[in-house]
């Protein structure tokens, strides 16, 4: 500063000199302002702990994820290499929407946050509102809470302090139409959640709006999706991993390993079959079983084929829950018992009889990732799926059969006709006499 002030005081040009006193006054403000910024304490800390605090501050302004903050996944190489192809394409549509569905705990929101923390930085604002469906039902106004955030994290002004769901979401979308933005929607659970927080006008070019949902007809019948707008829309349908991802996934959970130990081999291999590539099954599973000897491994594989995991379980039945008909959740509970693996056809058929809107149910369930269908018409549930719909009807009576509504397994079905034990909330059993 002192060489800079001689040269000043020397400098014979008027013009000049003002300009290098401006520079030095500017130049003496932005000293004093780093002089008067408050470092952090390191005192009685160890260096590499403070300096990871400094580094992990750094990615969080840069907006840059640190590379440990990222989920684990595994065998989704392939989506989460298309969704980054879809995120980088340089579309200038009005509207870009990509929908993520699947059944609870197949890793819809895994994979939501992990291509988000790869790519926000890439937009000029982003939100991931996570768990909407849940905090929705939690709180009276958990809608309202979820647009504040938004509003937040798009807005550079203060969130406006008001109960009304509409006013919030004209903000949104007139912020939305201003702004290259990033969004995620996680959980959706009905249109009401989308259209409160997407509006129906279009958004700025090159914004991409990323949605996970149990329901895979949701999306299209948003506000949104008007003849004005016109939405350029994608799905994926996570369906849950191969034998190979599930078994490495199951390692990494049980023996903190990509590898199988020793003489695990074969219990491994039967509880991969038992979670037919559901992650949330293999994480939850593998954890329970960490340092547990390999007899344990197998007395466990023999209570579950008798009655799910709890927290399995109720992941599941979140999905059974938000079925809006009776009818659709009684005709899971026959499918489940009695027909997973028939033809379609005779299924209605059958369960028409019966007073069941079967078509229009069957639908609903498909649309809910409860229920598929297979080239040759079969109705396929995942075996989670149907041991969970089973437990309900389980949950009716756990020591009498003869009091549940349905009866699948042989020797309980024999049984009860033997002793005449069945009362009028039987509706529905299989009996195969080889099986005696």
Known sequence: MTKHQQRMEMETNVKKRNELALKMELWKKALTQVADLKGKNTKGRKETEFIKEVVTEIHHRLRVPLSHTL????????????????LTDGSCHAVDILTIIGMGGIGKTSLARYVYMLYSKDFNKSSFIEGINARCKEKFNGLLDLQRQLCGDISKSIPLQVHDVSVYTSKIKNTLARKKTLLVLDDVGCLDQLDALLGNEAFHEGSKIIITTKDASLTERCALFNPRVQPK???????????FASLELLCIHAFQSHMSKEGYE???????????????????LGRSLQKRDVVYWKECI?????????HINNALKMSFDSLPFENDKELLKHIACFFVGMDRDVTETILNACDINTRYGITNLIDR??????????????QLIQQMGRDLVRQESRDKPWKR????????SFKVLEEKKGTENLIGLTLDMRML
């Open 266 to 284: 074969d219990v491994l291999i039967e509880l991969v079959q038992y979670c037919e590539g559901h992650p949330l099954a293999l994480e939850i």
């Open 302 to 310: 023999k209570v579950l084929k008798k009655e799910p995991h709890s």
């Open 233 to 243: 829309h994608k799905k994926i349908s996570l369906n849950g991993l191969d034998e």
């Open 71 to 86: 989920p684990c996944l595994i065998g989704m190489e392939d989506d989460i290499e298309f969704i980054g192809s879809w």
């Open 405 to 412: 509504s349905r009866l699948w397994r042989h020797d309980e």
């Open 369 to 382: 990732c409860l229920l598929s269908i297979r080239w040759n018409n079969k109705l396929m549930m995942h």
